[in-house]
C-alpha cells in the first residue's frame, strides 16, 4: 500500500536548520508532484512548498521563500530549512498527487514534528 513516511524534524534553536525527508517505502515517488504542509498549533494546515514530477519545478509560499529549499530523487523528496524561526513550528506533512496546482493530494502522511525554540 502507498504510505508516505516523513522523517527529519526535531528540537532547533532560531536561526538553525533541518532537513525533512518524505519517502514511501517499497514505492518510487516518479509519479507524484509532492507538497509540504505546516500546521501550526492551533492553526490550519498550510502548504508551504511544492515540486512537481515532470521538470521538477517548485513552488513556495512567501513566508518560507529565501529559506526553505525543495528536492527530490526517484524514491525520496526532501525539503531543507534554514533560517528557522519560532513561528516554523509545527507538524510537517508531506502529501503526493499528480500536480502541485490540483486543490487536494490524495496520499499523505503521519507528520513530523518540528520544534524552533531558544
Known amino acids: 500500500q502507498f504510505q508516505l513516511v516523513e522523517s527529519g524534524g526535531g528540537f532547533v534553536q532560531p536561526g538553525g536548520s533541518l532537513r525533512l525527508s518524505c519517502a514511501a517505502p517499497?514505492?518510487?515517488?516518479?509519479?507524484?508532484?509532492i507538497g509540504w504542509f505546516h500546521q501550526a498549533p492551533g492553526k490550519e494546515r498550510e502548504r508551504v512548498s511544492c515540486?512537481?514530477?515532470?521538470?521538477?519545478t517548485t513552488y513556495y509560499e512567501d513566508s518560507v521563500k529565501g529559506r526553505f529549499t525543495m528536492s527530490r530523487d526517484v524514491d525520496t523528496a526532501y525539503l531543507y530549512m534554514n533560517s528557522l524561526k519560532p513561528d516554523d513550528a509545527g507538524v510537517y506533512y508531506c502529501?503526493?498527487?499528480?500536480?502541485?496546482?490540483?486543490?487536494?493530494?490524495?496520499?499523505w502522511g503521519q507528520g513530523t514534528q518540528v520544534t524552533v525554540s531558544a
Open positions: 515540486i512537481s514530477n515532470r521538470d521538477f
Open positions: 517499497g514505492y518510487t515517488l516518479d509519479y507524484y508532484a
Open positions: 502529501a503526493a498527487d499528480s500536480s502541485c496546482s490540483g486543490p487536494q493530494f490524495r496520499y
